[in-house]
Structures are given as structure tokens and as C-alpha cells.
């Protein structure tokens, strides 16, 4: 079973949940993912702007798997910009 998007993940719980309170053999795909982030404990992947914030994972290798990936927001921009994690800057040199 599979429903990792934010607007999906509460239902896909349920849903898992119910099967397996009947012994119904089930495996939920991103499990671990899908509970961190429903306990706020996940990344957010911040990608360029012009990028449409789906399937961004290659933006990210190495990070271990990330569900959700959003643009800067409009509103509470320097909030988000204080509280994210970034990647060191290349230095890019004329030659």
C-alpha cells in the first residue's frame, strides 16, 4: 500500500491500520517516512523557484528519503530561511 502525499498519508494510516487490526497482511510503503512525517519529524526539501516541488528527490540524494519538497513561501519567507538547513554554496569562477 502506498499513499505517501500529505494529502493522502492520514488516510493511508487508516487504512493500514484497519487491515491490520484484522490480520489482513499488509506492507505500507514508506512507512517509517509516512510516520515521521505525521509526528513533524520529517524533511521538507526547499527546491529552486520555477521547479514544480514534485518528485525532487534528486535535488537531494544523500539525504535519505524525503516525502514532501515545497518552493520559499510568500509569507514567513525569513522564518523558513533561519529554520532550514542549507547546502553549501559552489563558488562559480569566470575563467
Known amino acids: ?3 505517501s502525499s500529505w494529502g493522502r498519508s492520514v488516510e493511508t494510516v487508516k487504512f493500514y491500520l484497519a487491515l491490520m487490526a484484522h ?5 505500507l510503503y514508506d512507512g517509517r517516512e509516512i ?3 505525521l509526528a513533524g519529524q520529517d524533511w521538507i526539501g526547499i527546491v529552486p ?5 514534485r518528485y525532487c528527490d534528486s535535488y537531494f540524494s544523500g539525504e535519505g528519503k ?7 513561501p510568500w509569507e514567513e519567507t525569513e522564518a523558513v530561511i533561519e529554520a532550514a538547513v542549507w547546502y553549501p554554496v559552489d563558488e562559480v569562477l569566470l575563467a
Open 49 to 53: 523557484e520555477g521547479v514544480i516541488p
Open 35 to 37: 510516520a515521521a512525517m
Open 23 to 27: 490480520n489482513i497482511p499488509i506492507y
Open 66 to 72: 524525503m516525502l514532501q519538497f515545497m518552493n520559499l
Open 1 to 3: 500500500m502506498a499513499g
